[in-house]
Antibody, heavy 121, light 112 residues
């Protein structure tokens, strides 16, 4: 059974940093691209970032480019999102999601339950 | 900022058929990229509902169907049931943006 478990969310002041983690199990992690998707309270889904199986291809939404960094450790079956210079508008539930392909061209066939990030002073 | 436009809401009585549109452009749906659909039940994570425009993952009832034409796609729910009340999102790939994956604005389906 595929499981994606996010952690690292919390309350953080504007301008500070936070690192999210996603622990994956139930599939061969290094065979697939992975993503972060967020959902602000009461709003729709927003793709944040994606990374190919070997970290050779990475993409970011314009809203986070230059502030967020996605990475993965295939030996630890883990996905990360380093979030710097956080803003109030980054407040959201952050989902880890598995792609159905190894590169960034597919769809998201499994999702975690999310970790909440609140940016407020 | 979503580049795929969906109606904010649709509604129907049990047993009826409802459709949700997803309108894109020449850099995403119109460029030939596949459209995928997700269902988000209240208080839960999104779940893949339709992939590759019209394919259902195992376990998804056949009352859900998808189609694509030109720069748009549609999700149809036939025989609407109370448990179908949820938010629905389309998703595709966009070649014009640095943000490769794009979601629709989302549609709330209400069962009357």
């Amino acid at each position: 059974e595929v499981q994606l478990v996010e952690s690292g969310g919390g309350l953080v002041q504007p301008g500070r940093s936070l690192r999210l983690s996603c622990a994956a199990s139930g599939f061969t992690f290094d065979d697939y691209a992975m993503h972060w998707v967020r959902q602000a309270p009461g709003k729709g889904l927003e793709w944040v970032s994606g990374i190919s199986w070997n970290s050779g291809s990475i993409g970011y939404a314009d809203s986070v480019k230059g502030r967020f960094t996605i990475s993965r450790d295939n030996a630890k079956n883990s996905l990360y999102l380093q979030m710097n210079s956080l803003r109030a508008e980054d407040t959201a539930l952050y989902y880890c999601a598995k792609d159905n392909y190894d590169i960034l061209t597919g769809y998201l066939n499994y999702w975690g339950q999310g970790t909440l990030v609140t940016v407020s002073s | 900022q979503s580049v795929l436009t969906q109606p904010p809401s649709v509604s129907g009585a049990p047993g009826q058929r409802v459709t949700i549109s997803c309108t894109g452009s020449s850099s995403n749906i119109g460029a030939g990229y596949d459209v995928h659909w997700y269902q988000q039940l209240p208080g839960t994570a999104p779940k893949l509902l339709i992939y590759g425009n019209s394919n259902r993952p195992s376990g998804v009832p056949d009352r859900f169907s998808g189609s694509k034409s030109g720069t748009s796609a549609s999700l149809a729910i036939t025989g609407l049931q109370a448990e179908d009340e949820a938010d629905y999102y389309c998703q595709s790939y966009d070649s014009s943006l640095s943000g490769l994956y794009v979601f629709g604005t989302g549609t709330k389906v209400t069962v009357l």
